[in-house]
């Protein structure tokens, strides 16, 4: 019974082991925050240490942090790529209560044999290759032990800090906080939903069900759950091993080819495309591409990749106008467009690339370049599509190191060459056409009672003229102070020629050898011309 002077809500055991685990927690998050001078800004290098310094689940918030440069600027995207993969293991008796929690029975009623060495240990589960009791080979995902409650309460602990992040990252409003954290646990729950990824390899092994030289791990659905999943094992060789993949008799420009045209399917024709597509992730095993770690895929709409295509399309055919037009359809425009100086800028980054002509075109610099473009026009770009940018980008790093023969610009176009191939209707298209012919027809027909009703408008005196100004504000700022230029040096010539009529006034006390008003309207001039001075020399600067 509760003493007569104790009011309010009870408060359990569970409850304060959760507030002193949270006030732990806490205490060491600050501790690694002032090791790091976090009051002194953050700096991308020092962010990436921050967040190995901090634990598992904040390197991992820092691997999608890298695929996400709609969120976050493009200098800290590329430094949190370097944040490392591999964390310590967990104890193999750990594991082994895990999976036995997951299936619901002994691990020997299933498996002949795990072994205790991990073929891998991230932030959020760890991988051991075993065998089941009819001699397969599998491999078993197991999720680390309470990674959701530690990365929820490190999430919410991130919430509290966003306040003090705004002003001490040194990037004031460019970085929405809130919306990061929120995407970042929107990722990461989806990551550490086995069942996610299992269904992923379902569809990927659908979609390339008729290309014998793709495939990626089959999923043993009754032996998966959302903490743990068993996969056939796939034995083969890293893509990035060369070396090894050439002593073998693999040609490596074929190979790069192939994961390429491969990668182009995904985007065009599925919408369906592995998001995190390094090195680690893509193994050689039986003159086959093995796709691996299918927690991150990337989906693109039936919109977005015909807007997609259209703007490979616009690069081939260095049509400006028209890749514009796609990336204003692609994004949401966050305040007024300056069209004239956009279309500029596009141009400028396109002619650029395009002189080094298509067989040499490094389509992710050109990506990351338009993507970092579109954001200083205030053009928000959907997360999809920065998704597919980072993607990209991390495909083409691994073409350069895998295959540098290979050009992912040339098999793009060629795969794109081959789908709007396929995909021409000649009877559509001459149906199409007539109807313009006839459109155009008509309103050409219009052109002569248009032009009679303008000169009538003319002639009556009410026709308008609609202007639109663009940067209007900027213009009117330059014109402001250009005014205020004006005033202070007409101000300070006209002290100039009074004080000098007044030195032949007979007014004393002299004052270096002139009238004393005279004295102080040179002085009073001369202030005022050069703040002149410094106003225009600074404004230059």
Excluded at 328 to 347: C, M, P, Q, S, V
Excluded at 450 to 478: F, P, Y
Aim: contains cysteine; aromatic residues 6%.
């Amino acid at each position: 019974m509760l003493p007569a002077n104790v009011t309010g809500k009870i408060v359990t055991t569970s409850n304060l082991h959760q507030n002193d685990a949270s006030g732990i927690r806490l205490k060491e998050i600050l501790g690694v925050l002032k090791k790091h001078h976090i009051t002194s800004g953050i700096q991308p290098e020092k962010l990436r240490l921050i967040l190995e310094d901090l634990g598992p689940t904040y390197v991992k918030l820092g691997q999608i942090m890298s695929m996400r440069s709609d969120m976050l600027p493009e200098a800290y995207c590329k430094e949190l790529e370097r944040l490392r993969t591999d964390v310590k293991p967990l104890s193999f008796d750990v594991i082994k209560e895990v999976i036995e929690e997951q299936l619901g029975c002994p691990a020997e009623e299933i498996f002949t044999e795990i072994s205790p060495i991990p073929l891998g240990s991230a932030s959020i589960a760890q991988v051991h290759p075993a065998v089941l009791k009819n001699g397969e080979r599998v491999v078993i995902k197991v999720q680390r032990p309470h990674i959701h409650e530690i990365m929820a309460e490190d999430i919410t602990l991130m919430r509290h800090a966003v306040s003090l992040l705004r002003f001490t990252i040194g990037t004031g409003d460019l970085i929405d906080f809130r919306t990061v954290i929120d995407e970042l646990w929107k990722t990461s729950q989806e990551e550490m939903d086995f069942l996610k990824e299992a269904a992923n390899c379902d569809t990927f092994s659908l979609n390339h069900k008729d290309i014998r030289y793709v495939t990626c791990p089959s999923v043993y659905h009754e032996l998966t759950t959302s903490c743990c999943m068993v996969m056939s094992y796939i034995d083969g060789i890293q893509i990035d091993n060369t070396e090894e993949l050439e002593k073998q008799g693999y040609d490596m420009t074929e190979i790069g080819r192939k994961a390429a045209e491969n990668y182009c399917k995904q985007i065009l024709e599925d919408g369906f495309f592995h998001a995190d597509p390094h090195p680690g992730n893509i193994r050689i095993s039986g003159g086959q591409i093995a796709w691996l770690d299918l927690g991150m895929m990337g989906t693109l709409s039936s919109r977005y990749r015909a807007l997609f295509k259209r703007a490979v399309v616009a690069v081939l055919k260095n049509d400006m106008y028209e890749l514009k037009n796609v990336l204003l359809a692609l994004g949401e425009a966050k305040g007024r467009i300056n069209h004239a100086l956009l279309y500029t800028d596009i141009d400028d980054i396109v002619s650029k690339f395009l002189t080094t002509g298509f067989g040499s075109m490094d389509v992710g610099d050109l990506i990351e370049k338009l993507l970092d473009m579109v954001k200083s026009h205030n053009i928000a770009i959907p997360s999809d599509i920065t998704l597919l940018g980072r993607s990209m980008i991390t495909m083409e790093g691994m073409l350069s190191a895998c295959a540098p023969d290979v050009n992912m610009f040339q098999i793009l176009s060629s795969h794109m060459a081959s789908i709007l191939m396929d995909d021409f209707d000649l009877g559509h298209e001459l149906k199409k056409n007539s109807r313009l012919a006839y459109s155009s027809l008509s309103k050409s027909l219009e052109i002569p009672a248009q032009l009679s009703d303008l000169l009538n408008i003319t002639k009556n005196g009410q026709t308008k003229l609609n202007l639109e100004l663009v940067n209007a504000e900027e213009t009117g700022r330059i014109l402001k102070n250009g005014i205020h230029y004006l005033v202070l040096a007409i101000l300070a010539a006209s002290l100039f020629i009074s004080s000098a009529l007044l030195c032949l006034a007979p007014v004393t006390p002299l004052l270096l050898g002139v009238p004393w008003p005279a004295f102080l309207g040179f002085c009073m001039g001369g202030i005022l011309f050069l703040y002149l001075l410094f106003c225009i020399f600074l404004r230059k600067k």
